[in-house]
C-alpha cells in the first residue's frame, strides 16, 4: 500500500511539473515548516524575432522563474525556416545561433545553460560535432546527453535542446 502511495504523489509531482506548475516554498516557510504558502511561478513563452518560422505547435523556450526550458532546435536559417547546406558542421552552429538568440531575448546567454541534449543522426559525425559545440562552451561546459537517433525532422543530422538557469 506504501509503494502505491508513493507512486500516486510522485506521479501527481510529475504532471504538476510537466504542465508547467513548478513550485518553492520560501525561506521563511523553510524555518517555521508551513506548507501553506506554496505558489505558482510564472510561465513565458519567449519567442525571439529572428528565429524560424515552422508553424509547428511548439514555443521557442518557456521561462519559468529562473529556469528557461529550450525547445530542440534544428540548424535552421531563421529566414526561410529550411535546413542549412553543408553538413553537421554548418547546421549545428546554425542551431546553436538559433539558440543563443531564444537565449537573448530571455536576458541570458550560453553561461547561463545548465544542461544540454543533443541528438545526432550518426556516430560518424560525433567529433565534427563536439569541435563545433567547444565554440560555444570552451571552459566549464554544461552538463550534456548526446543520444544517436535513428531520423530527424527534414534529415537534418543534428537537433539540440538545452535548460539554462539565470
Do not use: C
Request: charged residues 20%; positive net charge.
Amino acid at each position: 500500500m506504501r509503494h502505491i502511495a508513493v507512486t500516486l504523489v510522485l506521479s501527481v509531482a510529475v504532471a504538476a511539473a510537466a504542465v508547467g506548475f513548478p513550485w518553492h516554498v520560501d525561506a521563511a516557510d523553510r524555518q517555521t515548516g508551513n506548507p501553506a504558502s506554496l505558489t505558482r511561478t510564472t510561465r513565458r513563452v519567449i519567442r525571439p524575432d529572428r528565429f524560424p518560422n515552422t508553424g509547428l505547435p511548439y514555443s521557442p523556450a518557456i521561462l519559468a522563474g529562473d529556469t528557461l526550458y529550450l525547445s530542440g532546435q534544428l540548424g535552421r536559417d531563421p529566414a526561410t525556416a529550411k535546413l542549412v547546406p553543408g553538413g553537421i558542421e554548418t547546421e549545428t552552429r546554425q542551431a546553436l545561433a538559433n539558440l543563443g538568440e531564444v537565449l537573448k531575448t530571455a536576458g541570458m546567454n550560453f553561461g547561463d545553460v545548465v544542461s544540454v541534449t543533443a541528438f545526432i543522426s550518426s556516430f560518424d559525425d560525433f567529433p565534427r560535432f563536439n569541435a563545433v559545440y567547444r565554440e560555444y562552451f570552451p571552459a566549464d561546459p554544461p552538463a550534456r546527453a548526446t543520444v544517436q537517433v535513428a531520423g530527424l525532422n527534414l534529415g537534418a543530422r543534428v537537433e539540440i535542446q538545452m535548460i539554462a538557469v539565470r
